[in-house]
Nanobody, 116 residues
Framework: QVQFTESGGGSAQPGGSLRLSCAGS????????MAWYRQAAGKQRELVVS???????KYAESVKGRFTISRDNAKNTVYLQMNSLKAEDTAVYFC??????????WGQGTQVTVSS
């Protein structure tokens, strides 16, 4: 059974930082492109950033220069370092494969709230 468990969300002030983690199980983690997605209230889920098995990254323009994705294949974990947070970064953040293989793979996500 594929499972992704996100953690590390919380509240931050504009300009602040948070670090998210996502542990995967039930897959050969190291061979897949992994990604962080987010869904703000009333909006569709969007892809924020992805990282290939060999570390190549692709960032959405909205987070480029502020967010950094990394992965530790030995721990089946992907991370998201978020700096210079903005109110518009407020969303539930999820990790999953890119592209998503099954809608059943989505985890609970972790809430990030940026406000003063």
């Amino acid at each position: 059974q594929v499972q992704f468990t996100e953690s590390g969300g919380g509240s931050a002030q504009p300009g602040g930082s948070l670090r998210l983690s996502c542990a995967g199980s039930g897959i050969n983690f190291r061979i897949f492109v992994m990604a962080w997605y987010r869904q703000a209230a009333g909006k569709q889920r969007e892809l924020v950033v992805s990282i290939s098995s060999d570390g190549r990254t692709k960032y959405a323009e909205s987070v480029k220069g502020r967010f950094t994705i990394s992965r530790d294949n030995a721990k089946n974990t992907v991370y998201l370092q978020m700096n210079s947070l903005k109110a518009e970064d407020t969303a539930v953040y999820f990790c999953n494969r890119d592209p998503v293989v099954s809608e059943d793979d989505w985890g609970q996500g972790t809430q990030v709230t940026v406000s003063s």
